[in-house]
């Protein structure tokens, strides 16, 4: 299986303070690679670094081989990896299908310099945005404000809208976060569903989550990367065991 | 979801304003200036109420406006259509300097910084007198003709013609503005306006789009400026102040925010509200003050989020009514 | 309800606010009075506005018209104060415009007035406006800054031979640099050693800086150049430094008997203040506003009262004296025209609009040698000092 995401010592300081240290990850192609570890472990820095939204201090980001290290975020979607948020970060005061018009729109780069004709809404915009609409199941919902929307919907949606990029690699960060035990199967489906055309990296506090869909676990502690391997494999580590529960027991 | 009104509408309001407007007034040079306004007020909206930047620098384009374009008509004598385009790229370039700085930082030392380049802009204008006439301000300014080879030659000395060519102006960058804020670069300025980081991560290179809009902002604020220059036949100091910037911030947010006709309502209402105050009580600026306090409090949405709601409310009870049984 | 719609009837609804009411002017004289009423010299429009009124009703009436005073706002900015002499004059025609003390506003209106053929006299301090930019239809009545160094820095080196060193304060504009120039030609002439200049800007309000280096060039004379708030308090931080012992001491742009109030006898005494207006003047036609002012005010005339009242005599005088407004007879009335004013006799040049009169210079007195409250100074000389229109530049 090919590598389709790898990190060689990657290493995010800031100050003092170090988050990451020489983390090495490799993600083969269409698998779903889980990210866990204790709160503060440094994961969401981690996806940070990968996503190109804080620069790294050392080593290096390749994806499918290229290195993407200094690329900057923005051109990271057209490059093949988006990213979602822990925390719900979409276009609030919009609507669902202006939030993936506009995911959509940036991959025509300088399309949205464009500013002597109307923005294009139908056609092969239309179409790319209702695909990503039935596959989150959010079609009822096209005309709905964001902010409108239930905490699980607007949970969906953040995946949808990093997905209009067509992305090779999908960097998922807590995507059940805050998510009800109803909505979650949805959510599972759902990355069940992507795996078939591109390789997810989520990070996960949810167990029953990681176990039932990820094929590859890495666990951070404290920046460093202390086990890796498979779902079962890593939920047996004492190393791991500790980490979470306390050396005391 | 992006509205259906068709551009044409748009030059029919346009055009109805400019028609009315004058018809309300009782003179020209009134109407003239809050038409020009109503341009640097729509230059102020695409940064603040559409892109979510507020900039103190805006005195910084309408003065340079005003200097480029007078000192162009004393030694250049272009006809007025170049010199206006001129004036625009001019403020446009000045805009794009101001931008690239300004926008490597964010919230209030963004602030800060355009009011810097504001108060250098000043400083510069009134130390560089053998040029801009310093503290007396720029006088003699001439209005350019307009010239269309082998027609016919329009001088605009009248306040009537003066007039009818900031109006033929303003209905025309009224309905390009309207045609910006639909196309996809508006869509792309209010994303960054509600979330910068996550139009960042889907792919907008904000730092650019910032930039662009600065340099639309800035174009459109030179060209009120030089219409206020012509206007006046000369371009005085206080027009690169900071109580210009002031003054403009202040028509923006009383008209709405992220309103092409709220710009227009906002700078009519002030400085129609000033002059009536001015002629009640010389302490009429405490009364515009408790006016803009009100506005702040209750009316957060500007004088045009106000008038449609009220026309919103009776619409509906009229609906009401009708439903009886 | 459409958008178009809405609109419309909120702007209308909006506006309708401020259309003034329409004026009937039937054997009505109406005379404009330009004054800064808001803005950052609001104080002075105060002042200047009353002057203005006892002028007009004093008078009543003009060539057989009722005369009618409207009040124009500059609030203390030249563009507004432009565009609403603009607005007026394409709204009502040429007319007779009085006021403005801010140069730049001065230019500007004059500007417009000219343009539109009306007539206007102002109290500008800038020598360009009766120099390089002046206009035919343009008059000012106060002494620029050649008349007010001359005025006064030349009484002064008159009455102390022994002065050798002069240090000046400056502030750094058009203004202050006309002001520094003039002083160094006086000075140069006489042989008096100009020992150092500070440079403040229009901002400062610390001056204890330039004051000590002033101290520290051991001067015989200090003259201050700057004028309004920050000459007074220049002036307040000399004392406190205690100049007054060392060397004499020079204000040449002081508003008179507003300065003086303002600084309190303590500060004044013993020192020279230049001043376009004293309203302890005894020529008859100061005598007769200060009366007036008394009796209807209840106080001494300032100088911007005097100024204004005195400007706006000057055109109602002139509408009687021609019969009615007509501009262009104004102005040929005008040129040449002299009168009994209230710093003695003035004469309105025919070459510039300059209004040649008198500029003071007072020496403040101590408490104790005050006849009455207003009693701050005593004249020490008078003086008429005006450039040709050649020499100014002026070609009307």
């Known amino acids: 299986m090919s590598t389709v995401l790898q990190t060689k010592l990657l290493t995010k300081r800031y100050g003092d303070f170090v988050a990451n240290t020489d983390i090495n990850l490799s993600v083969a192609k269409g698998t779903i690679h889980g990210v866990i570890g204790p709160n503060g472990a440094g994961k969401t820095t981690f996806f940070n670094c990968l996503a190109g939204t804080v620069p790294t201090t050392s080593g290096q980001v390749l994806l499918e081989g290229r290195d993407i290290t200094t690329l900057a975020q923005h ?32 991959l025509s780069p300088g399309k949205g310099f464009v500013f002597w004709h109307a923005a294009h809404e139908t056609g092969s915009t239309a179409e790319a945005v209702d695909m990503v609409l039935a596959r989150t199941s959010l079609i009822g919902e096209r005309d709905t404000l964001v902010s409108e929307l239930s905490h699980g919907q607007q949970r969906v949606l953040e995946v949808g809208v990093a997905l209009m990029s067509k992305p090779r690699v999908l960097l998922l960060d807590e995507p059940t976060s805050g998510m009800g035990i109803d909505d979650i199967p949805q959510m599972i489906t759902l990355l069940s569903d992507l795996k078939k055309e591109c390789t997810i990296v989520l990070i996960e506090h949810n167990v029953g989550l990681v176990t039932e869909v990820c094929d590859a676990v890495t666990v951070l502690q404290g920046g460093k990367v202390i086990s890796e391997g498979t779902p079962h494999e890593v939920s047996n580590d004492e190393k791991v065991k500790i980490a979470y529960l306390g050396e005391d027991l | 979801m992006l509205t259906k009104t068709p551009l044409f509408v748009h030059f029919l309001a346009a055009f109805a304003i400019a028609a009315v407007l004058p018809m309300l007034l009782p003179s020209y040079v009134l109407a003239t200036e809050i038409l020009l306004f109503g341009l640097a007020v729509i230059g102020c909206n695409l940064l603040l109420g559409y892109t979510g930047l507020l900039s103190f620098g805006q005195a910084l384009f309408f003065g340079s406006g005003s200097y480029f374009a007078g000192l162009m008509s004393i030694h250049l004598n272009l006809g007025i259509v170049p010199t206006l385009l001129i004036t625009m790229a001019l403020g446009a370039l000045i805009a794009i300097l101001v931008g690239v700085f300004a926008i490597r930082r964010a919230g209030i030392y963004f602030i800060m910084l355009t009011l810097a380049f504001a108060q250098l802009g000043y ?203 | ?142 002494a620029p800054t050649y008349g007010a160094v001359n005025a006064s820095l030349r009484p002064v080196l008159e009455a102390h031979p022994d002065i050798k060193r002069v240090y000046t304060i400056t502030p750094q504009y058009v203004f202050g640099e006309a002001m520094l120039s003039n002083a160094k030609t006086v000075l140069e002439e006489q042989g008096i050693e100009h020992v150092g200049n500070s440079y403040h800007s ?136 002299s009168y009994d004013g209230i710093t003695g006799t003035e004469t309105v040049a025919a070459d510039n609009n300059q209004v040649e009169k008198n500029f003071y210079l007072l020496l403040g007195k101590d408490a104790a040698s005050k006849a009455d409250e207003n009693d701050f100074a005593d004249v020490v000389s008078k003086g008429k000092f005006f450039l040709s229109a050649a020499d100014a530049g002026c070609v009307k």
């Not at chain 2, 960054?192 to 889907?202: H, L, V």
């Not at chain 3, 009411?21 to 429009?45: W, Y």
Request: aromatic fraction near 10%.
């Open chain 1, 75 to 106: 051109k990271r979607p057209l490059a093949g990896l988006s990213r979602s948020f822990q925390v719900t970060s979409l276009f609030s005061d919009l609507s669902v299908f202006e939030n993936l018009r506009l995911a959509h729109q940036a």
């Open chain 2, 123 to 325: 400083y510069i204008a009134f130390l560089a007198e053998p040029i801009t006439g310093g503290e007396d301000g720029l006088l003699d300014i001439q209005r350019p003709a307009l010239s269309i080879p082998f027609v016919a030659k329009f001088e605009f000395d009248s306040d009537f013609s003066f007039y009818a060519l900031t109006g033929a102006i303003f209905i025309v960058v009224f309905v390009l503005m309207q045609r910006l804020v639909k196309s996809p670069l508006g869509t792309v300025l209010t994303a960054i306006k509600q979330n910068e980081a996550r139009a960042e991560a889907i792919g907008y290179n904000v730092k650019l789009y910032k930039i662009v809009v600065f340099a639309f902002s800035g174009s459109v604020t030179a060209l009120a400026g030089a219409l206020y220059a012509f206007m006046l036949k000369f371009a005085p100091l206080s027009n690169i102040d900071l109580e210009t910037s002031s003054q403009i911030l202040f028509m923006t947010i009383l008209g709405g925010l992220g309103s092409i006709y709220g710009s227009v309502l906002g700078s009519a209402v002030f400085l129609v509200a000033s002059d009536f105050f001015a002629e009640l009580w010389p302490r009429w600026m405490i009364l515009l003050g408790l006016l803009l306090i009100f506005v702040m409090l209750y009316m957060p949405g500007g004088v045009s989020k106000s008038l449609e709601d009220l026309f919103a409310k009776i619409s509906a009870a009229k609906d009401q009514r009708g439903k009886k049984p």
């Open chain 3, 1 to 142: 309800m459409n958008t178009l719609s809405k609109f419309l009837i909120g702007c209308a609804s909006a506006v309708a606010l401020g259309a003034p009411a329409v004026q009937a002017e039937d054997k009505e004289l109406t005379i404009n009075i330009v004054a800064s009423m808001s803005g950052a010299f609001a104080n002075f429009g105060l002042q200047a506005e009353k002057g203005a009124r006892l002028a007009i009703e004093e008078a009543g009436e003009a060539a057989g018209m009722t005369l009618n005073m409207v009040v124009i706002d500059t609030e203390s900015n030249a563009g507004k104060g432009a565009r609403k002499v603009q607005a007026d004059l394409s709204e009502h025609g040429p007319g007779i415009y009085v006021g403005t003390t801010l140069s730049s506003t001065a230019l500007a209106v004059g500007q417009a007035v000219h343009d539109a053929g009306g007539v206007y006299i102002n109290g500008g301090g800038a020598d360009e406006l009766t120099g390089e930019k002046c206009n035919a239809s343009m008059y000012r009545w106060s």
């Open chain 3, 202 to 337: 229009l901002k400062d309000k610390e001056f204890s800086g330039f004051i000590a280096q002033a101290q520290a060039a051991n001067p015989d004379l200090l003259i201050l150049l700057n004028f309004g708030s920050q000459a007074a308090a220049s002036m307040q931080q000399a004392v406190n430094f205690g100049l007054k012992d060392r060397m004499k001491i020079l204000m040449v742009w002081s508003s008179g008997l507003d300065t003086m109030q303002s600084l309190g006898s303590d500060v004044s005494d013993g020192v020279y203040f230049g001043a376009q207006y004293w309203h302890e003047e005894e020529a008859a036609g100061n005598q007769s506003l200060v009366a007036l002012t008394q009796a209807k005010l209840g106080e001494a005339p300032n100088y911007p009262l005097a100024s204004y009242y005195q400007m706006t005599k000057i055109m109602i005088d002139a509408v009687n004296a021609t019969g009615g407004a007509d501009p262009d007879a104004l102005k040929a009335h005008l040129a040449g025209y």
